[in-house]
């Protein structure tokens, strides 16, 4: 997606910990979004933030900081079903929604 | 959370026919409703952003003329795809916003169209 930079596939292991990273262009900003689609579902969400810093849900973990347009999305204790693409996602100064095309994570066990 | 319903969820069509595909909010008013695409391995890409009672507002590049959005109620918006061609083979993704937030923004199940 247009401005938004995530590596396209990540490999892990049950049980362990892995942190998909994404940059964005920073002019503007409203909100940066983490959602999780499985192969030939709808993405549901999963995380926003807005100010910098970790926002922790469950096992699930997402950081931002708005002056390096970095966001990371943490993952621990990985489960099978973790397996999924993660679609990062920002918000500009326009309200319009800037989608990355997702990295694909394959979790062994 | 907010359910989203689409239908069809398959559709295999003929080049040259039209497809309609319904979104519905199940649960829950949704004055806005959203419709993407997103072909294998890309990001989802928005197509339009429906208002009820009004004209939906197309992204750049996007045939208002091909692609009719009509959101005739708080719950149904529907996407026809008309004179589908090979090339409009893609999965086909409604959201409608409940609130404000965009955690309140749920997703379809997708509806994926092949045409032949």
């Known amino acids: 997606g247009q401005n938004i930079d995530q590596p396209t596939e990540m490999t892990a292991t049950e049980g362990a910990i892995v942190q998909i990273n994404c940059t964005y262009q920073t002019s503007g900003f409203n909100g940066l979004f983490w959602y999780q689609q499985h192969a030939g579902e709808a993405p549901t969400f999963l995380s926003y933030?807005?100010l910098d810093g970790l926002e922790e849900k469950g096992r699930f973990s997402s950081f931002l900081s708005r002056s390096k347009g970095y966001s990371y999305l943490l993952l621990k204790e990985l489960q099978m079903k973790d397996s999924a693409s993660y679609l990062c996602?920002?918000?500009?100064?326009?309200?319009?929604?800037?989608w990355g095309a997702g990295t694909k994570l394959i979790i062994k066990p | 959370g907010a359910v989203v319903s689409q239908h069809p969820s398959r559709v295999i069509c003929k080049s040259g026919t039209s497809v309609k595909i319904e979104c519905r909010s199940l649960d829950f008013q949704a004055t806005t409703m959203f419709w993407y695409r997103q072909f294998p391995k890309q990001s989802l890409m928005l197509m339009a952003t429906s208002n009820e009672g009004s004209k939906a507002t197309y992204e750049q590049g996007v045939e208002k003329d091909k692609f009719l959005i009509n959101h005739a109620s708080l719950t149904l918006s529907t996407l026809t795809v008309t004179s589908a061609h090979p090339e409009d083979s893609s999965f086909y993704i409604c959201?409608?916003?409940?609130?404000?937030?965009?955690?309140?923004?749920?997703f379809g199940p997708g509806t994926r169209l092949l045409v032949l």
């Open positions: 933030n807005v």
């Open positions: 996602v920002h918000m500009d100064s326009n309200y319009q929604l800037i």
């Open positions: 959201s409608a916003r409940a609130g404000q937030g965009m955690e309140t923004q749920y």
